[in-house]
């Protein structure tokens, strides 16, 4: 059983009391369960509930809609797991976010996701507040340094939090150009929340902390892995408003964060380039793919209040 008495209590977003102590180590668990999204899991916690999905896991019943995904070993190594997340997370000052909490991220887009580690100095309501996701390649020219950090100052001032992924290149890029002005910025993390990935950036990630947040859908501990990476791509998308990518290579694994954004009905902008510039040709593609084409952060404003202004006339219009 899933109970607040266990020895290590899992952190909530604020001090005190947890009334929802059972349900926040049920999800703790269940996060433990798998590296990626997985629809089948997050169906049964909406059906079930996280508490009865998890005690049922934990007496040996893996239910048929996860007999494909899981083991009786996975899910032995995943209870062992979870039962020192919690002293981990209070080490680092992380706490855990779930879909039950008063400061969920308001977004619908977030919807069926098993939990969310944070840690950092802001208020958990920067999630809700207007927000841009800002990527784009790890390889990237001088070009796209300098553009990215440009829009993150630009739209930072403007009073949208900055939310990027805290790799090289155009990412921290992006987290910088917020922190010159002096704002607040969020990075989505592939790893743990007590992890420096990349290591070369732990110092970048503890000003990031000192002011916005770091946020995670993995255990802490967890090391980065491709299928990580793809799950990191759907909460970048999720969390911004827009998602604008200044550089990426006709390959780039940016491209994923666009992706998951069109699926979730946000609007995506792209930064054009030099034609002669391989780190280009992706925001290219997504140009002729009808994304909206922007050369500032003004434009993106612009782009996401008639995004929003479409999106209330076709509600009211509804009937």
């Known amino acids: 059983m899933l109970t607040h008495t266990d020895p290590c209590p899992i ?27 997985c629809p089948e899991l997050e169906q049964l916690i909406v059906s079930a509930g996280p508490r009865a999905v998890a ?4 007496d040996g019943e893996i ?3 996860l007999s494909g995904h899981l083991t009786p070993e996975r899910v032995r190594t995943a209870a ?26 308001t977004t619908s887009s977030l919807g069926g996701t098993v939990g969310l580690w944070v840690r950092g100095a ?31 100052a630009e739209l930072a001032t403007a009073g949208h939090t900055v939310i990027s992924g805290a790799g090289f290149g155009i ?24 992890r420096a990935y990349p290591a070369a950036h732990e110092n970048l990630l503890a000003r990031i902390a000192q002011s916005g947040l770091l946020v995670s859908a993995q255990p802490p501990g967890t090391t980065p892995s491709r299928l990580r990476v793809l799950g990191r791509a759907r909460v970048l998308a999720a969390l911004g408003h827009a998602t604008v990518v200044v550089e990426a290579a006709a390959r780039s694994g940016t491209l994923q964060v666009a992706a998951a954004a069109r699926k979730l009905g946000r609007p995506v902008m792209a930064v054009p380039g030099p034609v002669t510039s391989a780190c280009s040709a992706g925001t290219h593609q997504l140009i002729r793919q009808r994304a909206t084409l922007v050369t500032s952060g003004a434009d993106v404003l612009a782009a996401l209040a008639e995004h929003e202004r479409l999106a209330a006339t076709s509600a009211a219009a509804w009937p």
Request: overall charge negative.
């Open 11 to 37: 952190p909530a977003p604020t001090p005190g009391r947890d009334p929802l102590a059972d349900v926040r180590a049920a999800r703790a668990f269940l996060l433990r369960l798998t590296d990626r999204s």
């Open 55 to 58: 005690e049922q896991l934990r």
């Open 63 to 65: 239910p048929d809609p």
């Open 80 to 105: 062992a797991r979870a039962a020192g997340d919690g002293e981990a997370a209070t080490r680092y000052g992380a706490r855990l976010l779930i879909p039950e909490d008063p400061q969920w991220p």
């Open 122 to 152: 802001a208020d958990l309501e920067i999630l809700s507040a207007p927000s841009v996701t800002l990527t784009g390649a790890r390889a990237t020219a001088g070009y796209g340094t300098h553009v990215a950090s440009d829009f993150a």
């Open 171 to 194: 990412d921290a890029a992006a987290h910088r150009g917020a922190l010159a002005a002096h704002a607040p910025t969020v990075a989505v993390l592939s790893c743990g929340i007590d």
